[in-house]
């Protein structure tokens, strides 16, 4: 066998010698009247360790392509090419081949380690149920009666809810809109990936914030956009450096968080908004504002959202009930010129058919009732004692081992680590003490930096989350 594996490959040596005898078998290099290679035998040929062998083999005959008999040794299946001529699918190179890419492996497992673990959960970007308006909505789920269809509603949601948003972001938000400029999505998330997907090409140029939620989005790496990534700063990014990666790269459009921002909390200024807005204007780029948090200020004050401060028509607004009401809803939508949001319409229409109208129904009682504002006021004094209990752990546990800023709303802090650490380690030292997190690598080009979410967690679990991060911390 002259086959040699890529020791340099990402793919690990066991999957390259898989793909590499099913391939023979395809072609007939290994015929089905003749025994493959013992383990032993195939691992001194290759000269690899016999554990990555016996793993080739089992993901071979995993996918029943292979058959292991006591005495007579490792055969082809006679499925393959029997009466029967049977075969199952290699599903696993199906799973790699797939253009939609998945999350990053450490994302997955927070998520996995989060879900079948009793773990102190500073990583959800979820509000704990304990801030939901349960009462509210199981009033309007009880005693008013549905009164919306069953059957597929307009494609760019219930005409009704979209009424209502027009009122209720001229109210909270002091943007002037009206329904047919909105698009109901299934969250801000899936509002992102229509954007994405419908509006921009590959290789396009996009301008991101680094650190951010999207810096690893597999969303934008799918598509084979080029993210560029811009710095943010205690009042979110400088306008020069936007205007400096447009003229070096012709960036098509930009993205950003400006409210309370994944996860640096950074609130960016109005003089840097007129100024992004002035740049967007000039050279005509589109600019994206995502908009989950600037109703929970912890000071009381009105954040304006670029939407408001746009004349021309420039930016698109995504923004949801997720981080305000209740994620399960998933009621989001997306705020831009009427022919922008008719084709994102079509796109979401070819994916779902449109948004689920019971859902849509609660979403527009609720926005409607008295509670809701109400509901802002105690959801945003809420955030803030857990916001105080996080800043006073951090100080107390941890001192000058790190740094970081206060936000002034939103739902994460964003800390440095002042001395030099294997992140992944960091992360599962910190997930055997049960407190798990996100690790600041997976959402920014810098390294040494821990975002903590307390939206999840009362005050009493984030103080000894913080307690068990800094004990994971001091054992490394």
């Given at each position: ?124 970007g ?17 005693s ?6 069953l ?13 209502t ?38 290789g ?14 597999p ?44 996860p ?35 000071t ?6 670029l ?13 949801s ?18 022919p ?49 209990q ?6 107390f ?51 040494g ?28």
């Amino acid at each position: 066998m002259d086959w040699k594996p890529d020791r340099q490959a990402k793919k690990a040596i066991y999957k390259q010698l898989a793909e590499y005898i099913e391939n023979g078998i395809a072609d007939g290099t290994y015929p089905p009247d003749k025994p493959l290679p013992s383990e032993r035998t195939l691992a001194k040929q290759l000269d690899l360790n016999r554990s990555t062998v016996v793993a080739a083999y089992d993901e071979l005959e995993s996918n029943g392509l292979i058959q292991r008999n006591r005495g007579s040794g490792t055969t082809i299946s006679k499925d393959i090419w029997g009466i029967t001529k049977k075969r199952i699918p290699s599903w696993n190179r199906y799973i790699e081949a797939g253009s939609f890419l998945p999350n990053l492996p450490i994302t997955q497992r927070i998520r996995k380690e989060a879900v079948e673990h009793k773990l102190i959960n500073l990583a959800s970007g979820e509000l704990s149920e304990d801030l939901f308006p349960l009462k509210s909505l199981r009033e309007i789920t009880s005693s008013r009666s549905f009164i919306g269809s069953l059957g597929y509603d307009h494609p760019q949601g219930n005409a009704i809810l979209r009424e209502t948003i027009t009122k209720h972001v001229k109210q909270y938000r002091n943007i002037e809109t009206n329904p047919s400029s909105i698009l109901i999505t299934s969250g801000a998330q899936q509002a992102l990936h229509l954007v994405v997907q419908c509006l921009l090409k590959q290789g396009d140029a996009v301008a991101l914030e680094d650190p951010s939620y999207n810096y690893n989005l597999p969303t934008f790496k799918s598509t084979g956009l080029r993210p560029l990534y811009i710095p943010v700063n205690e009042d979110g990014i400088n306008p020069d450096d936007l205007l400096s990666l447009y003229k070096k790269h012709r960036i098509r459009m930009i993205f950003l968080n400006p409210a309370y921002q994944n996860p640096t909390g950074a609130l960016l200024s109005e003089k840097k908004r007129k100024a992004i807005l002035d740049i967007s204007s000039e050279y005509g780029i589109p600019v994206v504002e995502d908009d989950p948090y600037s109703l929970t200020s912890f000071t009381g004050e009105k954040v304006s959202t670029l939407k408001s401060m746009d004349v021309n028509g420039n930016v698109l607004y995504i923004s949801s009930l997720s981080k305000i009401i209740a994620s399960g809803l998933r009621i989001g939508w997306i705020i831009g010129p009427t022919p922008v949001i008719e084709r994102l319409s079509d796109a979401k229409q070819q994916i779902d058919f449109g948004h689920a109208s019971y859902t849509q129904w609660v979403a527009n009682d609720f926005l409607e009732s008295e509670n809701f504002h109400s509901h802002i006021q105690n959801l945003t004094k809420q955030l803030e004692m857990r916001k105080d209990q996080i800043v006073k752990s951090l100080h107390f546990y941890l001192g000058d081992k790190v740094d970081f800023s206060i936000p002034m709303g939103g739902i994460h802090i964003w800390v440095k680590i002042n001395k030099e650490v294997n992140e992944v380690q960091l992360l599962e030292e910190s997930i055997k003490r049960g407190v798990i997190y996100v690790p600041g690598y997976t959402m920014g080009s810098q390294k040494g930096f821990a975002r903590f979410t307390f939206a999840r967690e009362n005050e009493g679990a984030i103080d000894e989350g913080i307690k068990r991060f800094a004990e994971a911390l001091e054992s490394i």
